[in-house]
T-cell receptor
Framework: GEEVAQTPKHLVRGEGQKAKLYCAPI?????VFWYQQVLKNEFKFLISFQNENVFDETGMPKERFSAKCLPNSPCSLEIQATKLEDSAVYFC?????????????FGPGTRLTVT | AQSVTQPDIHITVSEGASLELRCNYSYGATPYLFWYVQSPGQGLQLLLK??????LVQGIKGFEAEFKRSQSSFNLRKPSVHWSDAAEYFC?????????????FGQGTILTVHP
């Protein structure tokens, strides 16, 4: 497709429950990036993929967050045992090439609310 | 590590007035610089980018930005603001090296436009 698709739009989880978010990059884009936007509007980089390979995971919280990009499937970001501070909007972006001069196209985001 | 500072959290202008949003960055090499706009509940849309060449770059919706290496700045400007420009604006720097492609965002500037 011509747009980055993210599902679901909204997700509500009780503290301690699992949350799984999905991202379908633009067809032909090799790179996928996940960002977390918390209430103060700060964007935090989480992880990037080059096709199905993790490219940069320096922003991922080690313990409860995991992500995958498998062939012929949407990419996913999973949070085990959610905490209140995980409440945020999670954005996925895709890029044709990982070079920073190439535009990253952002999806509409998934709003995760942890209660 | 790269960083971006947007000194103004909130700016209010009258419709038709000129606009300048400030952005200062810290990065060891030649930066890749971006301005994104986010409307409420929406993802990010790229307004313009700079990575080499002419230091004055033109973007969509009548926006322009000027890269000033000596001041480590990349300020966004528009000569005449329209009510539809009300949104939040994010400046970002793109990384090379081992953080290839990763974007670091500023805190954002909320723009309010008075009729």
């Amino acid at each position: 497709g011509e747009e980055v698709a993210q599902t679901p739009k909204h997700l509500v989880r009780g503290e301690g429950q699992k949350a799984k978010l999905y991202c379908a990059p633009i067809k032909g884009h090799s790179y996928v990036f996940w960002y977390q936007q918390v209430l103060k509007n700060e964007f935090k980089f989480l992880i990037s993929f080059q096709n199905e390979n993790v490219f940069d995971e320096t922003g991922m919280p080690k313990e409860r967050f995991s992500a995958k990009c498998l062939p012929n499937s949407p990419c996913s970001l999973e949070i085990q045992a959610t905490k209140l501070e995980d409440s945020a909007v999670y954005f996925c972006a895709s890029s044709q090439v990982g070079d920073p001069s190439y535009e990253q196209y952002f999806g509409p985001g998934t709003r995760l609310t942890v209660t | 590590a790269q960083s971006v500072t947007q000194p103004d959290i909130h700016i209010t202008v009258s419709e038709g007035a000129s606009l300048e949003l400030r952005c200062n960055y810290s990065y060891g090499a030649t930066p890749y610089l971006f301005w994104y706009v986010q409307s409420p509940g929406q993802g990010l849309q790229l307004l313009l980018k700079y990575f080499s060449g002419d230091t004055l770059v033109q973007g969509i919706k009548g926006f322009e930005a000027e890269f000033k290496r000596s001041q480590s700045s990349f300020n966004l400007r528009k000569p005449s603001v329209h009510w539809s420009d009300a949104a939040e604006y994010f400046c970002a720097v793109g990384a090379g090296g081992t953080s290839y492609g990763k974007l670091t965002f500023g805190q954002g500037t909320i723009l309010t436009v008075h009729p």
